[in-house]
């Protein structure tokens, strides 16, 4: 059994979700002990505890120590099965960080699956929903594997109440390898603008700082961002809540960023917020953002040859997933660039006859 200390690194919630997705993929038990031990409450949440047990539904694994709460946790994985299934985080807890661990399984179904999770979909800390369709699934789709994301309803702190529904016809169970490094000239600039239970202006604010900020440093560039609101009699959800995703199309890539609103936080705040991210990212030239560096790494050390990517800002979190795809799949990686920086990974994943 691999036994993984949750303390490295970042210490929190990602050591656990990659440790699960890698050991139902490979059918190696692992135990993950410390978790979450750099957070100011330690142990398992409601959104990491849902995570496992649908990982361990899927794949019929058998699961010690999943309570909210616990610091160590036993995973013993069988086969995963294709099938529909449908998981409630119970709170506002994020639905992307839960589907961080279950998309990667998916792809290794032995029939055609979808889930469907019920949760927050734009809450702190994580990725918004609208980054999950506009850039995620553009870069996975690149490694050879395509599914579909529908959004029944929206869910933001502390209410939750969000519905999201993937679904993948034909797992590919492998991915490609890729070379991209540089993310080439820019083409154009996207975005949603999205408020529930709030007047539409807000939306409509959020969209034009972002919109300003842009205009600054790219003039000339097309942007478009779009927007999302219900009249107050026809609006489905919990809320309030609001956010922003952009996503920039290059000639070699798809870079985003985001902001996500707040009580008390001007929705000017917001927008600038998610322009900044991306024009940041946009400034190193690199082809994967900040927060694509930590999920393709797992992707590219399942792949069938080497990859070469260049990541805007080697984070704590990127850092993390080399140290444990090194460690469960016993991957070659290397990186040129230092923490919080841009960097290029080398990815050399085991040969596939391993698994």
Known sequence: MLVIDGSFGEGGGQILRTAVALAAITGEEVKIVNIRAKRPDPGLKRQHLTGILAA??????VVEGASVGSTEVVFKPGTIRGGRYTFDVGTAGSVTLVLQTLLPIMAFADSPVSVEVRGGTDVPWSPPVDYLRFVIRPHLERVGYSFSVEVFRRGHYPRGGGVVRVAVERPPR?????????AGNLLSINGLSHCVKLPKHVAERQARAAYEEIRKHFPNVRVDIGLEWYE?????????????????????????????????????????????KLLEDLSTGMAYDRHMADIIIPYLALANGLSTIGISRLTL???????????????????EGDIDSPAIVRIKPRTSKEF
Do not use: Q
């Not at 361990?56 to 694994?61: F, P, Q, V, Y």
């Not at 492998?174 to 540089?182: A, I, K, N, T």
């Open 56 to 61: 361990a539904k899927m794949c019929d694994a």
């Open 174 to 182: 492998s991915f490609r390898s890729v070379e991209l490094v540089r």
């Open 232 to 276: 107050p009699e026809k609006d489905p959800h919990l809320g309030p809540g609001s956010g922003i995703v952009l996503w920039a199309t290059t000639e070699r890539s798809v870079v985003g960023g985001d902001g996500l609103g707040e009580k008390g936080k001007p929705a000017e705040v917001v927008g600038r917020e998610a322009a900044t």
């Open 317 to 335: 979190h990127a850092y993390t997933n080399i140290w444990l795809v090194k460690n469960v799949l016993k991957a070659d990686i290397s990186y």
